[in-house]
Every structure is written in C-alpha cells, then in structure tokens.
C-alpha cells in the first residue's frame, strides 16, 4: 500500500458557500462598457468587488463546485478517483448537450448545423478518453486503500452517461430502471428511453429524401434494443456510391462513424484502464468486472454503417 498519508488543503470554507442550484444574479456588459473599464483599470485585471464574491466565482458557482469533493478513505488515491469521476460526469452533460441538439437539427433536415454539433461531440469523447490517462495512475493497491468505500457504487448507475447511450440508441429497460426510484432524475430518464435516438432521426432523414425505408425502422418500440435493418443498410449503401464534399448525408454517416468509433475507443481504454487496477475481481455494482467492461467494447451503435464498408 502506499505509505504516504494524503494531506487535504482546505480551499475552501464551507459555511460561506452559497448551496443553491440556481444561476447567481450577475451584471451584463457590453462592447462600450468593457472599452470604459480597461481605459479606468490601464489594462490590469479587476481586483475590488462588492459584496461576498467575485463575478467569476459566480458565473459558474466556482466555490460550490468545489466544495463537493469528499474521499471517504485515508487513501491517497481516492481523490484522484473522486476528482475524475466528477469531471467525466460534466463533460457528459456537455457531450449530451451537443448529441441533443445535433439530433434536433438532423429531425429538422439541417445537416450542416448537426455536423457542427457531432465535430464538437467527438472532440468532448476524445477528451473523456484521454481522462483514462490520469485515472490509469491509481495502482491496485491505491484503489485497495479506499475501494471497501464505494459500497455498490458504480459508473454504470451514471445517470447522465446512461443518457449519452440512450440518445445514441443503445436503449436498456434495466440499466434505466436503476433510477426509478430517484424522482428528481428518473422523469428524464424515462423520456429518453422511450424516445427515438438520433440514429432513429438520421434513418426518417433517409427516407425523407426518399430512400426506402422499412415501416419496422420508422415506427418501433423505440424502448427496444436497436436491431440492424437491411433496409437501413441498402439506403446508407447507395448514399455511399457518391462519397462527395456535397453529399451532405454521406457526411453525416461519415460524422456519424467517427462518434462512434471514438466512443469504442473511450469502452476500450475504460476496459483496460480497470483491468489494470483490479484484474478480474468483480465490479463493485454487481457486474463482472472488466468481463462486462470487455462484452460493451464490441457494440457499434450504428450497425449498418460499419456494415457497408464490407460491401464497397
């Protein structure tokens, strides 16, 4: 085990931190107001502010986020691993925000404004992957030190990673049913799974411009595990016969395939980054470990797009 004893400066006090959920009122400026103030400050940044905070502080509830770090353990590595699991759980939310509202454009049939969206949505799953870079340093016998803390605490009851699966089509009545009993998540929930992914709006975007869809693609338990379609194959094939700057569908399923190769990257390093620290000792939330970890690094969640390549 590692010997060194974890020393936890105290940054922030807090009793003086303002516990709310909602936007802290701030002051707007303009163009002409920012010009007025570098001439009164000569270009040196502002140090006297009113009240009990700062504008920075507030915009983004600085002091609130971080006064929620709690190891649970004298083990040096628990903040490491408390750290990160916060971190991956924001940039979730911003990868969900981009795959929401590409999905909104692609239902629109604004395909220029939804690439935009899925080239920012892989650049936040290239950056989650690369947090397995810091995560990977913890060693088996850092992990030991604080592991009996997690209870059955797990990153498969991530509710807002469960949302990146579901608006991507990988749709699971069990894995959602974990939040049901969570009021104040479990509504949202419920919605995504029962709600088409933004593959089932990329495949209404085919045949919109008049490829021939099935009716099993186009109305289906959306609920359901995606299952790959022949029909929805033979469109993405013949969108394929002209892979051109101006085919705008050939580079939405082009911008499509790269998410999701980018996210299997992400499952794999997660597979070995856990492998690594434990080997095969069962998960802490009832799974198998990295046996389970290893079965999701095989799922694509576009199936016939993969499957095209075979073909050409």
Known sequence: MPDYKAYFPEIVNPAGVNPSHHARPMPMTTATSRAETVQNTGGTPLVDFDGKSNPYIDYQSIDLLL??????SEGYDEMCFFVMGQVKEILFKGLHFELANAQLQIRDGKIENALVM????KAFVNYITGSWDVLSTITPEGFNQFRDYLGTASGQLSF???HVEFILGNKSRRLAAAHRNVP???????KALESPSLYDDAIALLHRHGHAIGGDALDRDWAADYQPNASVEAA?????????????????GEALVG??????LYRWRHFVSVQRIIGFKPGTGGSAGVGWLQHVTSLRFFPELWAIRTRF
Not at 118 to 121: I, P, S, T, V
Not at 259 to 264: P, R
């Open 67 to 72: 006064s929620l770090q709690h190891p649970r």
């Open 118 to 121: 899925l080239d920012r949505a």
């Open 160 to 162: 807002m990673y469960r």
């Open 184 to 190: 104040h998540v479990w509504p949202a929930m419920e």
């Open 236 to 252: 993405w094939f013949e969108v394929y016969r002209d892979p051109s700057a101006t085919n705008l569908l050939y580079r939405l």
């Open 259 to 264: 998410l999701d190769e980018a996210i299997s």
